[in-house]
């Protein structure tokens, strides 16, 4: 027998269909607990004389409880026990202006070349967090156009962390980026990470459509390195810049950034109307991603490196994981989530419009597509039931019965059928499609081939 009370980190929390839940102040992720353990946690309030158990015994391992004195404490109000009407989304993709200081060529946001200029207000922000927190949303991804040019920026990240929330992600081009932006994160407890944009040495400026765009993104680059903020830089990589991505990685790894992350530039409506011919196919980037993760690791480049929708290369472990192979026949279930970013996180536009992932904006926008407005419906609402909802929570067994490729192909249980976004652009706007990019991956056999150009390196995605 004793008392017990929940650690000052822990939070519990109930949702439709995971009902016995655990969160960490600035962890995104909730944490199951069986219905014994959740029961016990509930009685952990410092007040309560608890009998010895198996349960007690774990909850206290994990450090998720904490013996005490009898009224020693109580619980803070974010601690209590809160229930959400909707499913698990911990996160929340924002996008509070689509304004930008640059005019980039390829920006997936844009429908075509026009200036974008949304922008939400400080009572249409409130709106959509007040929603956020409602629903049990933990984190927040704010990016944009470029977010630093929101006049209410401060305001907006306080305004997250005001409501139990936190940021763990900012996405910027760097060019406002200040010691003063970091200085606030670092006032309100946690830092998150700065995914910052750079398009490769001697090519930055052209594709983000502005003169000295490369000095003023690799000055916001060292700012971070210098303030040990946790950074990551996104290189696109096509036809046109191609020579200069290996020797922009080898920089960036040397200037101590610690993770770098590669994209094809995708063919979305304003890349395809500026430069039409400039993207890879598959094959080209399958082929480009190959040499240089050869090279990355023949150099010895220390920095973490994920080629988007292939592969991320971990040095310091000398292990690497495929990005297609999302599960396994021991973990495979025919109600897993097609994606789990999709399944947990909403992606709100500036102008209200809500997206099952921002990398789809322009696109669906082209289309003419709307799941709905926020603005006008409300968040909550759209996260609980509608084609938004059927959508973000489609299961890999609703998709193989929608694409008679998939029905009979041997890999399915390992990639579900790709990329939700890129079947989505390849098929003009069905969310349920399947990625052609995952079927010339797999049948081209380039998990063999990767394999090869890392010897000594380890999987941890093995085809099984």
């Known amino acids: 027998m004793g008392y017990y009370i929940l650690a000052p980190d822990v939070a519990l929390r109930s949702w439709e269909r995971t009902p016995y839940t655990a969160v960490r102040r600035f962890m995104d992720m909730p944490i199951r607990l069986s219905p014994e353990e959740f029961r016990i946690a509930l009685s952990c309030d410092g007040m309560t004389d608890l009998p010895n158990s198996p349960e007690l ?16 404490r109580s619980l803070s109000p974010w601690q209590r026990h809160r229930s959400y009407p909707c499913r698990v989304m911990p996160w929340l993709s924002l996008e509070i202006t689509g304004r930008c200081n640059y005019n980039c060529l390829h920006c997936f946001n844009a429908a075509d070349n026009a200036r974008l200029s949304s922008e939400l207000t400080p009572e249409q922000y409130g709106r959509v967090l007040d929603d956020a927190a409602a629903a049990g949303v933990q984190a927040v991804l704010i990016t944009g156009g470029e977010p630093l040019v929101h006049s209410h920026f401060t305001d907006i990240v306080k305004a997250v962390y005001r409501r139990d929330m936190f940021v763990h992600e900012l996405n910027t081009n ?7 932006v970091l200085e606030l994160f670092q006032s309100l407890g946690y830092m998150p990470e700065i995914k910052i944009s750079f398009d490769g040495l001697g090519f930055h400026d052209w594709m983000r459509n502005h003169a000295g765009a490369e000095q003023e993104t690799l000055a916001a680059i060292r700012l971070c390195v210098d303030a040990h903020v946790p950074v990551r830089v996104q290189v696109n990589a096509n036809r046109r810049n191609r020579e200069s991505i290996r020797p922009t990685l080898r920089f960036l790894s040397e200037m101590g950034v610690p993770r770098i992350r590669v994209i094809c530039t995708t063919p979305t409506p304003r890349w395809a109307e500026n430069a039409p011919d400039a993207s890879f196919t598959w094959d080209e980037y399958l082929e480009f991603a190959l040499d240089e993760a050869f090279c990355y690791a023949r150099d010895g480049c220390e920095a973490e490196l994920d080629f988007w929708q292939i592969i991320t290369m971990k040095p310091a472990i000398r292990s690497y994981r495929f990005h297609r192979v999302l599960y396994h026949t021991g973990n495979y279930r025919s109600t897993h989530p097609i994606c789990m970013t999709m399944n947990g996180m909403p992606a709100v536009g500036a102008d209200g419009e809500l997206f099952p992932c921002m990398q789809c904006q322009g696109t669906q926008n082209a289309y003419g597509i709307s799941l709905g407005n926020v603005l006008q419906d409300g968040l909550l609402p759209m996260m609980q039931d509608g084609r938004y909802c059927e959508i973000a929570h489609a299961t890999v067994h609703q998709r193989l019965l929608h694409n008679s490729k998939c029905l ?20 003009k706007g069905d969310y349920l499609a399947y990625d052609p990019t995952a079927c010339t991956f797999f049948e081209g056999g380039w998990v063999e081939r990767f394999e090869q150009a890392l010897p000594g390196w380890t999987s941890v995605t093995p085809l099984i």
């Open 57 to 72: 015994t774990r909850l206290e391992e994990i450090r998720m409880i904490k013996p005490c004195e009898k009224g020693e």
């Open 408 to 427: 009979f192909c041997k890999w399915y249980t390992w990639c579900v059928g790709g990329c939700p976004a890129l079947g989505f652009l390849h098929s």
């Open 174 to 180: 760097g060019r406002l980026l200040t010691s003063g």
